[in-house]
């Protein structure tokens, strides 16, 4: 019944997306959207608008101000789970083409707009369906836009005014399991060593010995050097000068949890599991380890470093599931998708920052990196100190004006890209 509603319920909120003859609309593993708008000059590769209309669960007993499937309205804000992720998007996509299509607009470039219905739970039957579905087609993409990254306004400690990031990789990720087999016995005659003894001191191992520090040598240094010049000094040295101080600006991020994931593969002890009994020693120990890979490294490079900070024979190391980094894709200004999404943003909110960042976490959009070699993720949300912490969390929610300004923002990028080329660059040079 759930997954029914929001398969029905675009059609009645936007009638003229699913009657315009311009639309191509069709349904991919039963609740997945896949819509094509053929443009006027056919010979212009079209790019494709991804969102996901699936979210986490959510329950009022939570602590919600509001009930978290109510919409409801609090102080000019939409209380709701996926009013940022990621139904804020899902809906601003859609009203954007529904009001191009009143208007009159035919696009020059043609476009798709994937909406999966598994992202929370990897994407493996709504995005890689949509995937199957355009690779039988021979579909080459200019460019996919997704979820991500936003609109960062004091967030980021020192610098002045807001940020708009615009994703260009994502980590990877790995799960390994952690296990030790040894004899049963009862606990009124222990060995010197227990399974769950030798597992603990492999975790602690792992927690004590963090993966290398790789600050600079992915994405992230191009962040810190496009926002260099909107901090004060001694950080805009700092980062106007990163062949110098990247060891020392590594260091300092490394300090805290939600800058320390930029700084390097994160690993986090998430299940530990042993014993049934209080007088039985235990014959089986577990436990699963999360990772969030590095640019700069491989997943294969990940498990070679655990088993040899685990270092010992006993701890059998089994990889549930993972994968490497995606590619990074292009920021310069000869890139289309990101020069496009740029203008877009600074066309909107002038005072804007705009640079390249990294997502840590994942997105349907890295099932696409075979039809695509430029994937961005981003959206115009606006997020202040505390936001955060709702994505996924209690209250999520969206402003009404900020909820606007999507609509507005994704009728503009979807305009903005009917120019056939970008214009000549500007050479440039930046001095502190």
Sequence with gaps: CYVQYFTLLPVSAFPTVFSSSLVHHELVAKYSHLFWVPGSQPDLMPYLLLAHIDVVPASESD???????????????????????????????????????????????????????????SG????????????????????????????????????????????????????????????????????????????????????????????????????????????????????????????????????????NAFVRTTTAVTMFNAGVKVNVIPSLAEAYVNLRIHSAQSLQEVLDLIQLTVGDQRVKMELVDGFDPLPVSSSDEKSFGFQIIKKTVLDMFPTVTVAPGICIGNTDSRHFKDLTNDIYRFAPVWFKPGDAQRFHGINERISKK???????????????????????????????
């Excluded at 939409?78 to 992720?85: A, E, K, L, M, V």
């Excluded at 120019?419 to 440039?428: A, N, V």
């Design 402 to 432: 900020n909820y606007e300004e999507l609509v507005v923002f994704y009728s503009s990028l979807i305009q903005n890209c009917d120019i056939q080329k970008l214009p000549e660059p500007h050479s440039s040079v930046h001095e502190l």
């Design 124 to 259: 493996f039957k709504g995005a890689m369906s949509i995937v199957r579905v355009l690779k039988q087609r021979g579909v080459k993409l200019s460019f996919v836009m997704d979820e991500g990254l936003a609109i960062l306004d004091g967030v980021i400690s020192g610098l002045e005014g807001p940020a708009a990031l615009i994703g260009i990789s994502e980590k990877g990720q790995a799960t390994v399991k952690l296990s030790v087999a040894m004899l049963p016995g009862h606990s009124s005659m222990p060995p010197r060593e227990t399974s769950i003894g030798i597992l603990a001191a492999a975790v602690k191992r792992l927690e004590e010995n963090p993966m290398p520090r790789l600050f600079g040598q992915g994405p992230e240094r191009g962040t810190f050097e496009h926002l260099a010049h909107k901090f004060k000094l001694p950080m805009k040295l700092i980062m106007s000068n990163l062949w110098l101080f990247s060891p020392l600006l590594g260091r300092v991020l490394e300090r805290k949890p939600d800058t």
């Design 63 to 121: 602590g919600w101000d509001a009930p978290p499937f109510s919409a409801q309205e609090i102080d000019d804000f939409i209380y709701g789970r996926g009013t940022i992720d990621d139904k804020s998007p899902v809906m601003g996509i859609l009203q954007a083409l529904e009001y191009l299509l009143i208007k009159g607009y035919v696009p020059r470039r043609g476009f798709y707009i994937g909406l999966g219905h598994d992202e929370e739970v």
